[in-house]
């Protein structure tokens, strides 16, 4: 896919255009670089890691949860559990996306799913649980509650029943 535009959010059609069977609310695309090939010639495992960190700065900003230049007044975004699964390699050159949700949350935590796509299969998951903290570290800070309404009408999560 030569036409695609790196590094923006790809329209629901530009996602199924590169396999991908049912759009996400956030899809970045990019290519392989040199620079993240291991001596085989294999994406190495860690790039993998900072293409998930790229998509998920670009989806914080996206769903309203931060612009990453109040640090007075805007969560603390942490990352309180991870799980990856390496699924299928990837090389050089190869362009793929990286589509992001959340699935999951509660009232100062939620669960985000992340994959990398490229030829039309996934080659990588990361689900995370990710924490809101009171800017100044005090304690955990209730997700704001368009953020919370995003989580509905765009990722499509379930209404929480403990959640505020």
């Not at 990856?84 to 996306?97: F, G, N, S, T």
């Not at 990588?124 to 955990?140: E, H």
Request: charged share 25%.
């Amino acid at each position: 896919m030569t036409d695609v535009p790196f590094l923006t959010p790809l329209s629901p059609n530009q996602q199924r255009a590169f396999g991908l069977t049912e759009p996400w609310p956030l899809a970045l695309a990019d290519r392989v670089r040199f620079a993240e090939l291991d001596p085989l010639n294999h994406v190495n495992n860690v790039a993998y890691l900072i293409w998930f960190e790229g998509a998920r700065v670009t989806y914080f900003k996206h769903v309203g949860l931060t612009t990453y230049t109040a640090p007075d007044s805007e969560p603390r975004i942490v990352i309180r559990r991870g799980e990856i699964d390496w699924l299928q390699e990837m090389r050089a050159d190869e362009e793929y996306v990286v589509v992001t949700r959340t699935v999951d949350y509660r009232t100062t935590s939620f669960t985000l799913r992340q994959e990398i796509w490229s030829g039309g299969t996934v080659r990588a998951a990361f689900t995370c649980v990710i924490v809101l903290l009171m800017p100044d570290g005090s304690g955990r800070m209730p997700i704001p509650e368009p953020v919370r309404d995003r989580f509905h009408a765009v990722d499509g999560v379930e209404r929480r029943v403990d959640a505020p």
